[in-house]
């Protein structure tokens, strides 16, 4: 594993270190918003307080803090190169190529190196219909057994959220809202559906991560709901949902395919407007994940 200088001298000193995924980069946004978005959010962390870790496969080698040529390299890579979750983790390193890590793989990658707290945007969940395909994102589980907190903006309802939350009831994952009672759904700040556990700061929610760790538990999940003025109209997403599950359907689309082609073709469907409300929401997120970052390692002091 290859360690940044930045984020190796920030976790020997014990500074707060906040863990980026790839895959946002190379599959859940287009070039050239993808790098624009994943350089904003690093400085957005780093004038938060705490030193950013963005974390990808290259070459084979696993990356714990990239340099600026490195995202602006995978950024324009964007597909071609490799989604890697946990499954795909050994092939793409004895493969010895590129790979855009998921929320699990960099769960894995952030927890090997010592980084306790993830932003993202959102993290793969049950996804509807799953009576028939058995498509459960392994960032389930690994939210389960790995002792990272992920701090997200919910799940998108291209997934089943009830099922969702009920399967993180099943793997044991504390899931906290950040400052109301409704679990968000990426897009809009309201899902509908209860959250199993609140909390009002960020203080609150390194104290849970904190307890978590003590007790030799598994991960933890912080739902950020979008800021208001940045919530996408959520009929007209769901229309381009509905649309693109129906083509995903009938293209034969499956496995980890599924999620990019959801997300870009509601991207189109509504003419950029959820990319928008996704790149918002991130930079929101890494404010929260920044802050819970900076809790956490003081508690560690
Ligand atoms: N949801 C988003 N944007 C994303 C993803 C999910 O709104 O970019 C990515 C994340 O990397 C997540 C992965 O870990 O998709 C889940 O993929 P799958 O559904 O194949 O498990
Ligand atoms: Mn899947």
Redesign the pocket.
């Known amino acids: 594993m290859q360690m940044s200088r930045e984020v190796a001298q920030a976790l020997a000193s014990n500074k707060p270190v906040v863990a980026l ?1 790839s ?2 980069l190379c ?2 946004m287009p070039y050239p918003s993808n790098v624009r978005t994943a350089l904003e959010v690093e400085e957005i962390i780093r004038s938060a307080g705490a030193v950013p870790a963005t974390i990808a496969i290259i070459g084979g080698i696993p990356h714990v803090g990239l340099t600026r040529k490195e995202i602006e390299m995978l950024g324009r890579e964007g597909h071609k190169v490799k989604k890697v ?1 946990r499954r795909d983790l050994a092939y793409v390193v004895a493969s010895r190529v590129h790979g855009a890590t ?3 793989a960099t769960m894995i990658l952030a927890h090997a190196a010592g980084v306790r707290v993830f932003v ?5 969940g049950v996804h509807r219909g799953v009576e028939s395909t058995w498509d459960v ?3 389930l589980r690994e939210l389960g057994r790995t002792p990272v907190c992920v701090v997200c903006a919910g799940v ?1 309802s291209i997934l089943d959220i009830p099922k969702t939350l009920e399967y993180l009831e099943t793997e044991g994952v504390p899931v906290m809202t950040y400052g109301q009672k409704d679990f968000p759904s ?1 897009f809009t700040a309201s899902s509908g559906v209860r959250s199993p556990m609140t909390v009002g700061s960020a203080e609150q929610a390194a104290a849970v991560v904190g307890a978590q760790a003590d007790l030799g538990l598994g991960g933890t999940l912080v739902a950020v709901p979008i800021p208001r003025e940045h919530q996408a109209d959520a009929a007209e997403v769901e229309g381009a949902i509905s649309a693109c599950l129906e083509r995903a359907r009938a293209e034969g689309v499956t496995g ?1 395919a ?2 990019p082609f959801i ?1 870009q073709g509601v991207k189109d469907l509504t003419k950029g407007k959820s990319l928008e409300a ?1 790149i918002s929401l991130v930079k929101n997120n890494a404010l929260v994940g920044a802050e819970i970052a900076r809790h956490v390692s003081r508690a560690e002091v």
């Open positions: 995924e895959t946002i599959h859940g979750s998921t929320v699990s993202t945007g959102g993290i793969g994102s392994t960032d998108k990426f980890n599924i999620t997300l996704n």
